[in-house]
């Protein structure tokens, strides 16, 4: 009797040990599902899908953007996380610069191009950027003279010295480029100065006062005529058609004057 309960008891204990197993083998089953189920398609990259980031977005995805813009020139505003308006900008002119759709919307698309732009200009983003201002001269200051002159900005002769007129030029982009006003090349003047974005110059348009007549548009008094000048000579003339004046507008003589220009020996 005692040798057949011993049996019974065995039987019993591989039955439990049986079920057990069967248990744990189930667990660990629901285990590895919840592991696919978790890591499942959206480890996988190329299936996943890029959500756009817009204005009114914020946080890392939005830095590391603005960090590119910035870096390439298109964005002179603070890197502060928050997609604003000059973000949403410098998104429409990147993209215009690129062949893009300007909608300010970073899509996959978008994001790609700037992520390849930026990792052209990493290595220059690793070299420090040597500043270039009033009293320094040389070939860097030559290259910057030529691009302000390209550019409108620079009326006097390129001579490769960075006197007050160069520094009044690089005020006036920086200006007109939303940068802040230093008159200093720093890396991001320097950026946007070189870019196929840069802002030209624009002539202030000026309105006629009380004491302009109809028939002597051409001046302002007696006292301070209007004279005409172009974007890249260094003299003032009397009249807009004297030799190479293309493209050339009015100010004052006063104002001709102050910019360092000297008459027209044609003209005057």
């Known amino acids: 009797m005692i040798a057949k309960k011993d049996a019974s008891t065995s039987q019993s204990s591989k039955k439990t040990k049986t079920k057990q197993s069967e248990k744990n083998t189930g667990k660990e089953k629901t285990d590895n599902d919840a592991s696919q189920k978790t890591s499942g398609v959206k480890t996988d990259e190329s299936n996943t899908e890029f959500s756009p980031i817009e204005r009114g ?18 964005l002179a505003s603070s890197v502060d996380g928050k ?15 690129n062949q893009l759709e300007p909608t300010g919307v970073v899509n996959k698309k978008t994001y790609d191009a700037i992520i390849a732009a930026g990792v052209t200009s990493e290595k220059q983003e690793q070299v420090s950027f040597t500043l270039i201002k009033r009293g320094d001269s040389g070939d860097s200051v030559i290259e910057v003279q030529k691009r302000l002159a390209e ?5 006097s002769s390129v001579d490769g010295k960075f006197g007050p007129g160069t520094e009044q030029a690089v005020t006036s982009f920086q200006e007109a480029n939303s940068i802040n006003p230093t008159g200093i090349i720093d890396k991001i003047t320097y950026n946007r100065l070189f870019s196929s974005h840069a802002v030209h110059y624009v002539a202030p348009v000026r309105s006629l006062s009380a004491e302009d007549s109809s028939d002597n548009v051409g001046t302002r008094s007696s006292s301070d005529p209007m004279v005409w000048i172009t974007r890249t000579g260094a003299r003032y003339h009397s009249k807009s058609n004297c030799g190479r004046t293309k493209d050339s507008w009015q100010v004052t003589l006063s104002e001709a004057r102050a910019k360092g220009l000297t008459p027209c020996g044609k003209c005057y």
């Open 57 to 74: 977005a914020s946080g890392e995805s939005v830095v590391e953007i603005q960090k590119q813009l910035a870096v390439l020139g298109y």
């Open 83 to 97: 997609f604003g308006p000059a973000t949403e900008q410098a998104i429409k002119d990147f993209q215009n610069a």
């Open 151 to 155: 550019l409108g900005y620079l009326t």
